[in-house]
């Protein structure tokens, strides 16, 4: 169950509604919403006796400050008026990156809600930057919100993307809450293995263990035919119509900003309904 759900504001324009929908997912769980706004402070320029104090970094620190200390204020009112109970915790980043700071932030948590990017353009690089770091270092799952998403909880209707992975595994399993909400469930297997037996499981497999927790689930084999997964994918979930996808989230630590494997790069791209990534 989730009981501690965290967002950071990642500054980017799908702010709004993925904190929208942390509101919703909190409501419905009866959860605790921490939101968490960074202030982040450029390094000071760096002399041959090392940092110098510099008038114009001052003032900048300054109305940096200023600035986090409104927002987390307006944050704090919206969510007192939402009715959630609820923490706006306001911290500074020097030197690290913001999304480094967030992935701390968000260890003792159950959840991390994210604004998903404005698709693969120069507005989309906070969201992206943030994704990679809180799916690889913060060892909790992340539910990505798409920019202008409507859809909100409980989903009734999921569509979970298996693999004989670890990455995949760990999302079945962390999304079982949700999952046992839903009242209709499609494991998805595309181009499944044919005629295999060496232990890897299978997408009945994966409906048996979902049955062994009163979830009615359906294994839908599909072909990509020549297509991507993603795209598989996407389409399975407009037909159904699904209103959540669950998947592994795969990528490499050495690169932050596109950690992500072709299929969870382009899922956290294109999706049209929130998705729920583990790694």
Request: contains cysteine; negative net charge; glycine residues 8%.
């Amino acid at each position: 169950m989730y009981r501690d759900i965290f967002l950071p504001v990642t500054g980017s324009p799908g702010d709004r509604d993925a904190i929208a929908f942390a509101i919703d997912f909190a409501r419905d769980f009866e959860a605790h919403l921490t939101l968490l706004e960074t202030v982040h402070l450029p390094t000071p320029p760096v002399g041959p006796f090392g940092a110098s104090p510099d008038l114009a970094i001052g003032q900048l620190f300054g109305r940096l400050r200023e600035q986090g200390a409104a927002n987390a204020a307006r944050y704090r009112t919206q969510l007192e008026q939402a009715g959630v109970r609820h923490e706006v915790r306001l911290v500074e980043s020097l030197f690290f990156g913001p999304e480094r700071t967030a992935a701390h932030a968000a260890h003792p948590s159950d959840l991390v809600v994210l604004a998903g990017p404005h698709g693969d353009t120069a507005e989309g690089v906070p969201a992206h930057r943030y994704f990679g770091e809180l799916l690889l270092e913060s060892g909790r799952p992340v539910l990505m919100v798409p920019p202008s998403c409507a859809t909100r909880m409980p989903a009734r209707r999921v569509l979970l993307a298996w693999r004989p992975r670890r990455e995949a595994a760990r999302a079945l399993h962390d999304a079982l809450p949700l999952l046992a909400q839903a009242e209709r469930v499609d494991v998805v297997v595309v181009d499944p293995k044919q005629g295999r037996d060496d232990g890897h499981q299978s997408g009945a497999d994966v409906a048996r263990h979902l049955a062994r927790h009163d979830i009615d689930a359906s294994v839908v084999e599909l072909s990509s035919g020549g297509r991507t997964v993603s795209s598989v994918l996407i389409e399975h979930a407009r037909q159904m119509p699904a209103q959540l996808i669950v998947a592994g989230g795969y990528g490499h630590s050495r690169t932050r900003e596109w950690v992500m494997g072709g299929v969870t790069r382009e899922l956290l791209i294109s999706a049209p309904v929130p998705v729920l990534f583990s790694h």
